[in-house]
Nanobody, 122 residues
Framework: QLQASGGGLVQPGGSLRLSCAASGFTLDYYAIGWFRQAPGKEREWVSC????????YNFDFVKGRFTISRDNAKNTVYLQMNSLKPEDTAVYYC?????????????????WGQGTLVTVSS
């Protein structure tokens, strides 16, 4: 089971850190992705960290603003989000893939968290 948390209301330019905690399995054996879904839009891939070597990948619209990391001791993956924009408003989901490498495809992920709402507004 995955539990995403850390969402909330933040002003443009602000920061949030999302957490994705696992129970019942060890996250470091999985590639972990963050996705988001805005109202009326499809779910889109945001960021991913591989299990093989910890390589990280970010979609273009978050490069330089979002950072994904993992703390294996806490069995948790984080998404640090800086310089937030109103267009970042969405429900953010974490997901675990049994593949070692990262994927941007929803279908490649085996386990999903319940989502946490991020609202960027003044």
């Amino acid at each position: 089971q995955l539990q995403a948390s850390g969402g909330g209301l933040v002003q443009p330019g602000g920061s949030l850190r999302l957490s994705c905690a696992a129970s019942g399995f060890t996250l470091d054996y999985y590639a972990i992705g963050w996705f988001r879904q805005a109202p009326g839009k499809e779910r889109e891939w945001v960021s991913c960290i591989s299990s093989s070597d910890g390589s990280t990948y970010n979609f273009d619209f978050v490069k330089g603003r979002f950072t994904i990391s993992r703390d294996n001791a806490k069995n948790t993956v984080y998404l640090q989000m800086n310089s937030l924009k109103p267009e970042d408003t969405a429900v953010y989901y974490c997901a675990a893939s049994g593949q070692e490498y990262c994927s941007s495809l929803v279908g490649e992920y085996d386990y999903w968290g319940q989502g946490t709402l991020v609202t960027v507004s003044s």
